[in-house]
RNA sequence: GCGCCCGUAGCUCAGAUGGAUAGAGCGACAGGCUUCGAACCUGUAGGCCGGGGGUUCGAUCCCCUCCGGGCGCACCA
């Protein structure tokens, strides 16, 4: 790990800086990484900014620092280059070693709690790639989260009332006539995500041939809300069994969580009722009595950078009022009924402790870890369940196209007075995920027509029964991935191969989801997600594969474990490492060793694409590294444990680095 | 119309707080398995970083503007 280096670095120079020129406010300057070892190991440009203030050459000025740095423990020496940067050379045996012995502990300060909130898929249908990056998304940032130390409670919110849900209570009752057993029956013989997948599509279709059938929805969800009748106690067991085959499919790809929050359970605990108080009480929500929104309670929706009356006098027109009244954001229906926003603004006052009640809760389950699952409940609840909520920070996972109502929420939270904990709330949005054309036509697709043909992309739509289900998806690859682990381990038990196949096929899905940068849109195509080969996860894991199976033989053949190797390398001669500036196996350990910079980045980012590169980078190093210099068959013993160290070394980071994307790494494949 | 996002090699994408020579995968072409596993490695070709202004010692990155594309702006969620 290098953080504690760069800091050492940086505050030695800002003291040297500050005792040479007496200057206060030391420009912000970063210890970057330049672009090749021969430049150094780690390189400052402070020289560059104070050239203006100073008014002097940056040449003159690095020379003047680096003349003033004094010895500094792990640094060989700091030099000026000639056009004014500062480049840092590592002690590097002592580097290697010290990380070897896990000496370079930096215990992560004790941070505030924090919820991410992800996956929350209406519990009506089978999961597909759209809640996959959803999921993937937020499943790495609680891993990410949690390697810096945070105190992490993962959320899945589930939407138990909404039109979703109805929609396919009326598609079982009203369509397909079927009775409370019969659904039963169905829920517990069928695949039954897939069967609602389908049926969905059929009551889109219903309502399309006759719009009165509307009416019907709103009557479902009227008894949904209700409570206590045939309807609701059908729903319950519709969203049980989705929510059940949801927790399934995410299993499969190692993701879990620590509380289910069920939307019925906030309106059966007055959760909304109370935070309608609050939101009344300071205005925040207010009656409107007029226009076409007469009835309704509404949230005015402040203006990004909004300039009234300039505005207004630069163009007097007509139109401004009626545009001023779209401002404006329903809250409560006319008809008495809350939206989704009211339910979800209820559910995050909750979240940051603020709404001054609680859940009851209740033991869901064991997930595929052996983590417990909970879940909210407004009956009795379980004494001995663990606290939630009440977080100082709050992450949700949420496609981009609904910024819109992120943006409210933390409006409504800063006209409560809440501006710090509006300031905690973040929105981590991401771009939606499309379907190739060439895709689409292998599902089956009709071929888009008129303005959608010229698309670039499907779009993903559950209404429609369009898209790719995650299960179908991992089916697939572990079919491809089994079949070329069975080619390659003859020897290995079918439940051998079978384990390295899910695996692998998790590996390239997760890596295929985080490579891209989360405001670009993915256009999904099949052909390209089953690609096992360059970037992709199975090439990661395929790296660290064969690291491992160098200690595996150097055990088997010569009885040598890593821990002899580290322990012997104090009295092993160093050329190995220490040999040219440009040495190979030096560049390897120093970028394996930069895991926990780059995690920082991410972080600061919310960018899983910098992990994602970093670790296919370090992956690439290493299988150029394997390729040219040998371990086994290396006669000269120095240069053996000096590169088996540094093999051991980037295995375990690589093997982190995959952890953090909820990558695992196969004993064979 | 307003807001947000995107535009980098033939295709798909990286280029953290402005820094040293703009990179990778795929595809194309040419090589490398009696060697620690070829899901690999080595090499070649391929770029007005959408256009134009500006800020600066320095811009793919920041500001303005235009062009092209996506998504939002419901008494749906």
Same mark, same amino acid.
């Given at each position: 790990?290098?953080?504690?280096?760069?800091?050492?670095?940086?505050?030695?120079?800002?003291?040297?800086i500050t005792r040479l020129y007496?200057?206060?406010?030391?420009?912000?300057?970063?210890?970057?990484?330049?672009?090749?070892?021969?430049?150094?190991?780690?390189?400052?440009?402070?020289? &560059?900014?104070?050239?203006?203030?100073?008014?002097?050459?940056?040449?003159?000025?690095?020379? @003047?620092?680096?003349?003033?740095?004094?010895?500094?423990?792990?640094?060989?020496?700091?030099?000026?280059?000639?056009?004014?940067?500062?480049?840092?050379?590592?002690?590097?045996?002592? &580097?290697?070693?010290?990380?070897?012995?896990?000496?370079?502990?930096?215990?992560?300060?004790?941070?505030?709690?924090?919820?991410?909130?992800?996956?929350?898929?209406?519990?009506?249908?089978?999961?597909?790639?759209?809640?996959?990056?959803?999921?993937?998304?937020?499943?790495?940032?609680? =891993?990410?989260?949690? &390697?810096?130390?945070? +105190?992490?409670?993962?959320?899945?919110?589930?939407?138990?009332?909404?039109?979703?849900?109805?929609?396919?209570?009326?598609?079982?009752?009203?369509?397909?006539?079927?009775?409370?057993?019969?659904? #039963?029956?169905?829920?517990?013989?069928?695949?039954?995500?897939?069967?609602?997948?389908?049926?969905?599509?059929?009551?889109?279709?219903?309502?399309?041939?006759?719009?009165?059938?509307?009416?019907? #929805?709103?009557?479902?969800?009227?008894?949904?809300?209700?409570?206590?009748?045939?309807?609701?106690?059908?729903?319950? *067991?519709?969203?049980?069994?989705?929510?059940?085959?949801?927790?399934?499919?995410?299993?499969?790809?190692?993701?879990?969580?620590?509380?289910?929050? $069920? %939307?019925?359970?906030?309106?059966?605990?007055?959760?909304?009722?109370?935070?309608?108080?609050?939101?009344?009480?300071?205005?925040?929500?207010?009656?409107?009595?007029?226009?076409?929104?007469?009835?309704?309670?509404?949230?005015?929706?402040?203006?990004?950078?909004?300039?009234?009356?300039?505005?207004?006098?630069?163009?007097?027109?007509?139109?401004?009022?009626?545009?001023?009244?779209?401002?404006?954001?329903?809250?409560?229906?006319?008809?008495?009924?809350?939206?989704?926003?009211?339910?979800?603004?209820?559910?995050?006052?909750?979240?940051?402790? *603020?709404?001054?009640?609680?859940?009851?809760?209740?033991?869901?389950?064991?997930? +595929?870890?052996?983590?417990?699952?909970?879940?909210?409940?407004?009956?009795?609840?379980?004494?001995?369940?663990?606290?939630?909520?009440?977080?100082?920070?709050?992450?949700?996972?949420?496609?981009? =196209?609904?910024?819109? *109502?992120?943006? *409210?929420?933390?409006?409504?939270?800063?006209?409560l007075g809440h501006a710090e904990?509006? @300031?905690?709330?973040?929105?981590?949005?991401?771009?939606?995920?499309?379907?190739?054309?060439?895709?689409?036509?292998?599902?089956?697709?009709?071929?888009?027509?008129?303005?959608?043909?010229?698309?670039?992309?499907?779009?993903?739509?559950? #209404?429609?029964?369009?898209?790719?289900?995650?299960?179908?998806?991992?089916?697939?690859?572990?079919?491809?991935?089994?079949?070329?682990?069975?080619?390659?381990?003859?020897?290995?038990?079918?439940?051998?191969?079978? #384990?390295?196949?899910?695996?692998?096929?998790?590996?390239?899905?997760?890596?295929?989801?985080?490579? $891209?940068?989360?405001?670009?849109?993915?256009?999904?195509?099949?052909? %390209?997600?089953?690609?096992? @080969?360059?970037?992709?996860?199975?090439?990661?894991?395929?790296?660290?594969v064969r690291a491992n199976n160098?200690?595996?033989?150097?055990? +088997?053949?010569?009885?040598?474990?890593?821990?002899?190797?580290?322990?012997?390398?104090?009295?092993?001669?160093?050329?190995?490492?220490?040999?040219?500036? @440009?040495?190979?196996?030096?560049?390897?350990?120093?970028?394996?060793?930069?895991?926990?910079?780059?995690? %920082?980045?991410?972080?600061?980012?919310?960018? &899983?694409?910098?992990?994602?590169?970093?670790?296919?980078?370090?992956?690439?190093?290493?299988?150029?590294?394997?390729?040219?210099?040998?371990?086994?068959?290396?006669?000269?013993?120095?240069?053996?444990?000096? =590169?088996?160290?540094?093999?051991? $070394?980037?295995?375990?980071?690589?093997?982190?680095?995959?952890?953090?994307?909820?990558?695992?790494?196969?004993?064979?494949?």
């Amino acid at each position: 790990m290098i953080l504690a280096v760069q800091r050492l670095i940086h505050d030695e120079i800002v003291r040297v800086i500050t005792r040479l020129y007496g200057v206060t406010d030391v420009p912000v300057f970063a210890v970057e990484v330049p672009p090749t070892r021969a430049l150094g190991d780690l390189a400052v440009t402070v020289a &560059f900014q104070l050239a203006r203030p100073l008014r002097n050459a940056p040449k003159a000025i690095a020379q @003047e620092i680096a003349a003033g740095i004094g010895p500094l423990p792990g640094v060989a020496r700091l030099v000026a280059a000639p056009n004014g940067y500062l480049n840092v050379y590592l002690e590097r045996p002592t &580097f290697l070693v010290s990380r070897l012995r896990h000496e370079i502990a930096a215990p992560p300060a004790p941070s505030d709690k924090t919820i991410v909130e992800h996956t929350a898929i209406n519990p009506n249908k089978a999961a597909h790639v759209g809640h996959l990056r959803n999921a993937a998304l937020g499943d790495t940032l609680a =891993r990410v989260l949690r &390697f810096c130390g945070v +105190e992490i409670e993962v959320q899945n919110y589930i939407d138990d009332l909404g039109v979703q849900v109805a929609d396919i209570v009326v598609g079982l009752q009203e369509i397909e006539k079927r009775s409370p057993g019969q659904i #039963r029956e169905i829920a517990d013989t069928t695949r039954f995500d897939y069967y609602c997948w389908d049926l969905y599509a059929k009551v889109t279709d219903w309502y399309e041939h006759d719009r009165e059938r509307l009416s019907v #929805r709103a009557a479902t969800l009227h008894a949904l809300e209700e409570g206590g009748n045939d309807t609701a106690t059908t729903a319950a *067991l519709i969203v049980d069994r989705i929510v059940r085959a949801h927790l399934k499919t995410m299993g499969r790809l190692g993701i879990g969580y620590d509380l289910l929050t $069920y %939307e019925g359970d906030i309106l059966r605990l007055q959760f909304w009722a109370h935070a309608f108080e609050i939101l009344k009480a300071s205005g925040a929500v207010f009656l409107q009595t007029e226009g076409r929104l007469a009835g309704c309670w509404v949230m005015r929706i402040d203006e990004p950078g909004a300039k009234e009356e300039s505005a207004e006098a630069e163009a007097p027109s007509g139109e401004g009022a009626g545009e001023s009244e779209a401002r404006e954001k329903v809250i409560v229906r006319s008809n008495g009924v809350v939206t989704y926003i009211g339910k979800d603004l209820a559910n995050q006052f909750w979240k940051l402790g *603020l709404l001054g009640r609680d859940f009851k809760y209740r033991l869901f389950g064991r997930q +595929e870890n052996g983590q417990p699952l909970w879940s909210t409940t407004s009956d009795a609840g379980d004494p001995d369940a663990p606290p939630f909520g009440h977080a100082k920070r709050i992450y949700n996972v949420i496609d981009s =196209r609904q910024m819109y *109502l992120q943006a *409210l929420l933390s409006q409504a939270l800063r006209t409560l007075g809440h501006a710090e904990e509006a @300031e905690n709330s973040v929105h981590f949005s991401y771009e939606m995920v499309g379907l190739s054309h060439a895709t689409a036509r292998e599902l089956g697709y009709p071929a888009p027509e008129g303005e959608d043909a010229t698309k670039p992309f499907v779009e993903v739509s559950g #209404r429609k029964g369009l898209g790719v289900k995650i299960d179908d998806l991992l089916d697939l690859l572990i079919q491809k991935a089994s079949s070329e682990v069975a080619k390659r381990n003859a020897e290995l038990s079918a439940d051998e191969c079978g #384990r390295a196949a899910s695996q692998i096929a998790v590996a390239a899905i997760r890596y295929f989801m985080l490579k $891209y940068s989360r405001g670009k849109l993915i256009v999904f195509d099949i052909e %390209e997600a089953l690609s096992f @080969e360059g970037e992709s996860g199975p090439y990661l894991q395929y790296a660290v594969v064969r690291a491992n199976n160098i200690f595996h033989k150097l055990q +088997e053949r010569e009885a040598l474990a890593e821990a002899d190797i580290i322990g012997a390398l104090a009295g092993t001669p160093a050329n190995e490492i220490t040999d040219d500036e @440009e040495n190979v196996l030096w560049g390897l350990v120093f970028e394996a060793a930069r895991l926990d910079d780059i995690v %920082e980045q991410v972080v600061r980012s919310l960018e &899983f694409s910098v992990l994602a590169k970093y670790a296919f980078g370090l992956a690439q190093l290493f299988n150029a590294f394997y390729h040219r210099y040998p371990i086994l068959n290396e006669e000269r013993s120095d240069r053996k444990r000096w =590169r088996a160290a540094g093999v051991a $070394y980037v295995r375990a980071q690589l093997t982190r680095a995959l952890d953090l994307m909820g990558i695992e790494v196969p004993s064979r494949m």
